[in-house]
């Protein structure tokens, strides 16, 4: 098969759709950003990334701040995910608008979204200057999990979860499962 070069872009996918969490203390409430600039950095300790324009109004939150809650949004919430993806909390209270249930984390000051089948509480270690966006790396001090997508042995049943993937600005779910890691050197 031939390949044929394009312009460089970010072409990686699909990436993981997420809604993080953030305090906004003067306002006294919680805002909320559709992100999919989003990943795994490190195993031991759990560090993630996200990554945000520095024009938004979360990213002067979460630099102020220094945590947020990355929660996961299962696929019957995607009208209320790419709502906050579209709007400013700068001039709407998405939280109130989306119908969201903010609940109290364990280790920080943010809220979660009790909505999320999962979510991530993070204290921020460092911000990432990059081009359009700027990376926040943080690192995952509690972790929350609806028992309805959990499994027996307590592992995350995706087809219960229903997570939201992005490919290039279309909404995807993840379909099926097609292997394990370390599989191949069972062959």
């Known amino acids: 098969m031939r390949k044929t070069e394009v312009q460089p872009s970010g072409a990686l996918y699909p990436v993981p759709v997420v809604l993080v969490s953030c305090l906004d203390r003067e306002a006294d409430r919680a805002n909320v950003i559709t992100v999919a600039w989003c990943g795994i950095v490190a195993s031991v300790p ?15 939150l979460i630099s102020q701040e220094r945590e947020f809650v990355v929660n996961i949004p299962s696929s019957i919430m995607l009208d209320r995910v ?11 209270d998405k939280v109130s608008r989306c119908n969201f249930t903010m609940v109290n984390a364990s280790k920080i000051s943010c809220p979660m979204i009790m909505e999320c089948s999962a979510n991530l509480e ?3 270690n460092d911000i990432v200057k990059l081009g359009s966006h700027d990376m926040f790396v943080a690192e995952v001090v509690a972790a929350h999990f609806d028992e309805g997508i959990l499994s027996a042995d307590g592992k995350i049943d995706f087809k219960k979860a229903k997570p ?5 600005g279309e909404y995807w779910d993840l379909g099926k499962m097609i292997g394990s890691y370390g599989f191949s050197s069972k062959l």
């Open 46 to 60: 759990p560090i993630i990334s996200v990554s945000i324009r520095p024009s938004r109004y979360s990213y002067k």
């Open 82 to 92: 790419d709502l906050c993806g579209t709007i400013s909390g700068r001039d709407a």
């Open 122 to 124: 993070c204290r921020l």
């Open 164 to 168: 939201i993937v992005l490919n290039h």
